[in-house]
T-cell receptor
Framework: DVKVTQSSRYLVKRTGEKVFLECVQD?????MFWYRQDPGLGLRLIYF???????EKGDIPEGYSVSREKKERFSLILESASTNQTSMYLC?????????????FGPGTRLTVT | KQEVTQIPAALSVPEGENLVLNCSFT??????LQWFRQDPGKGLTSLLL?????REQTSGRLNASLDKSSGRSTLYIAASQPGDSATYLC??????????FGPGTRLSVLP
């Protein structure tokens, strides 16, 4: 079974702190994604990566950056956390092919910025 | 830009009922469509992936249908159980694009 793990289930940080969210997948997937999920707004794509050291902006990249130094690991970085970044963060991975592929999600990290 | 709607937004049914969840999308040129389940406070679990060339995909009590030309997919749940209570999301995918997620249908199955 594909496994996508995220470093923390719950995280509480202070405004202005630098925050790292880690995601690891064990299926050698090329593509990895970071989403945030908010009530009434659904899932919104922050950043994604097609391969090691490659990154692309999603729909809401402002205030975030990412790092993909190894194929299995995709990190989301909040350079200076703000209260409006309080949210559920979801990581996902998939293979490159458009056909016969599924997107697999991690359990999520509930981040609270105070 | 692909836009996805799901109707109804919430549904409450007694145990044992068969039910249908609807997903509509504006750009019908999709490659595939994935249905997910999400339990409160958890990540998404993949239920079914239906290719653009398929009309139906089945897994246990779940059946997903796809009508590309009309921009619709339905998820049919047979003989619903309290354990089916969750939010169900659909996500169509166009070629060269990422999945776009609908807002979800929150399902409650009452014992």
């Amino acid at each position: 079974d594909v496994k996508v793990t995220q470093s923390s289930r719950y995280l509480v940080k202070r405004t202005g702190e630098k925050v790292f969210l880690e995601c690891v997948q064990d299926m050698d997937h090329e593509n990895m994604f970071w989403y945030r999920q908010d009530p009434g707004l659904g899932l919104r794509l922050i950043y994604f990566s097609y391969d090691v050291k490659m990154k692309e902006k999603g729909d809401i990249p402002e205030g975030y950056s990412v790092s993909r130094e190894k194929k299995e690991r995709f990190s989301l970085i909040l350079e200076s956390a703000s209260t409006n970044q309080t949210s559920m963060y979801l990581c996902a991975s998939k293979i490159t092919s458009d056909r016969a592929n599924e997107q697999y999600f991690g359990p999520g990290t509930r981040l609270t910025v105070t | 830009k692909q836009e996805v709607t799901q109707i109804p937004a919430a549904l409450s049914v007694p145990e044992g009922e068969n039910l249908v969840l609807n997903c509509s999308f504006t750009d019908s040129a999709i490659y595939n469509l994935q249905w997910f389940r999400q339990d409160p406070g958890k990540g998404l679990t993949s239920l079914l992936l239906i290719q653009s060339s398929q009309r139906e995909q089945t897994s246990g009590r779940l059946n997903a249908s796809l009508d590309k030309s009309s921009g619709r997919s339905t998820l049919y749940i047979a003989a619903s159980q309290p354990g089916d209570s969750a939010t169900y999301l659909c996500a169509p995918k166009n070629y060269g694009q990422n999945f776009v997620f609908g807002p979800g249908t929150r399902l409650s199955v009452l014992p």
